[in-house]
């Protein structure tokens, strides 16, 4: 059974960085793509990020491309997302998501995906 667990949420100031993970089991992690969303108080779930390991391609959605970086440790079986410069607007949980089939951008094309992390940044 594949399951994985968020971790590294917090309060931060803006202008500050945290760095979350995700600890996948039940499988190798590099096997399929891996995301990231996040979902603010009503708001619909939202693309951050995600990383094809096999083409070594990453991408970002518009609202943090530049800021955040998206990365994995295979001996850990464990994704990160590296959040630099907060702003509030990023005020959401983040959740970790292993890809299935269809558009990166999409959550239906998502088939697992754990529990979330809060991250509150403060202006």
Known sequence: ??????????LVQAGG???????VSGRTFTDYPMGWFRQAPG???????VINWGAGTTYYGDSVKGRFTISGD??????????NSLKPEDTAVYYCAAHSSGSYY?????GYWGQGTQVTVSS
């Open 17 to 23: 960085s945290l760095r979350l993970a995700c600890t």
């Open 43 to 49: 708001k619909e779930r939202e693309f951050v990020a």
């Open 106 to 110: 999409y959550q239906r094309s998502y």
């Open 74 to 83: 295979n001996a850990k079986n464990t994704l990160y997302l590296q959040m």
């Open 1 to 10: 059974q594949v399951q994985l667990v968020e971790s590294g949420g917090g």
